[in-house]
């Protein structure tokens, strides 16, 4: 029987991703084994079937002799890993969400309801590294796929509005502590009913302090924002804004790139990743049939009518979290001119962010190994 081996499925990817494997009934056909940097010998996750205790994740020898291994372990495992095990003579799958591999011409970047045929010419060419993409990168396509499949996008800016859950289990925990912190100061005053001044005064008072807890963010999130995600690129660009562009043209596998650029910011909301798009387009088309092209091109992209109702009810990170669906609201073509298009999508990052092209990697992988 086919053997996969699970790295890092205790982190918020990995977990959401055991999560939609149980929901999804994926937990057959092959012998799922669970490896972890930090607590090697205790029990595995519950999956409805014995598995044996927590392994190594460190150990080459035992990874080698996997089928396929998924890790959602993060960048510096797989930095540390993945040459070594290959140069043991790993010859399986490697599905991954860290970003190490993604732009190396030996891996393919997956999110299928957009680069499926990528994926299928991978793997008739024996391509075996399988990387999820950048959250943002990938559900901006899963916004938009129905106009980048059309030829119809000249260059996109994407605003970012990113969840701290996007940085992984410790940062939520951060900002729920920042949050309490914030709440403690202010439960007081508002209960004997201080004013709004007054309120703003206390809060500002309590992010400039230093009293706030900040080790894993490095500045207060809570009741503020943080316009840098990841490592600073020479050309002025974060690295998180630098993948925007390479990532969605290696998935789309464009001959010509088209350029995607803007500002990826941190804000206070829990999970879901929002981004504000000034797409230019290649040619005028009428807004309805815009609409109809991005709402059929793939069952989870959505559209939510420029309406403030439906706008607050359905286009908010509140509404939108937990759920496959990939709203695209705030439709309308700019003042700019009638090429230009602006819209608002929300997904959650931690789905098709991050755990779901994963999930659905690694069936189409042992739906290949099953033809062998
Ligand atoms: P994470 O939550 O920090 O988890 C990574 C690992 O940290 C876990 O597998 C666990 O490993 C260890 N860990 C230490 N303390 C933990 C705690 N209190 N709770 C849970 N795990 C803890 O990272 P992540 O957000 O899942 O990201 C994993 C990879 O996916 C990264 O490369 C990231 O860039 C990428 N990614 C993330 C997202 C996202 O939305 N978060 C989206 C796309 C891609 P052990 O069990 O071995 O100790």
Redesign the pocket.
Known sequence: MVRVGFI???????SVLIERMLAEKDFTGFEPVFF????AGQAAPRIGIPVPPLQD?HDLDALAKFDILVS????DYTTEVYDKLRNRGFKGFWID???TLRMRDSSVIVLDPVNRDVIDAALAGGIKDYI?G??TVSLMLMALAGLFRRKLVEWVSSMTYQAA??????NMIELVAQMAHLSAATSGPLRSGASALELDRIITDQLRNGTMPTDIFGAPLAASLIPWIDKPMENGQTREEWKGQVEANKILGTRQTIPIDGVCVRVSSMRCHSQGLTIKLTRDVPLDEITAMISSDHEWAKVVPNAKEATLNELTPAAVSGKLSVPVGRLRKMTLGPTYLAAFTVGD??LW??AEPVRRMLRIALEHLSKD
Request: with cysteine; aromatic share 4%; net charge positive.
């Open positions: 890092g499925w205790r982190g918020m990817v990995g972890t940097t930090s607590q994740a959602c372990q993060g960048g969400a860290a970003s999820g950048n959250c859950s996007g940085a992984g289990a410790k990052q931690l962010g991050a």
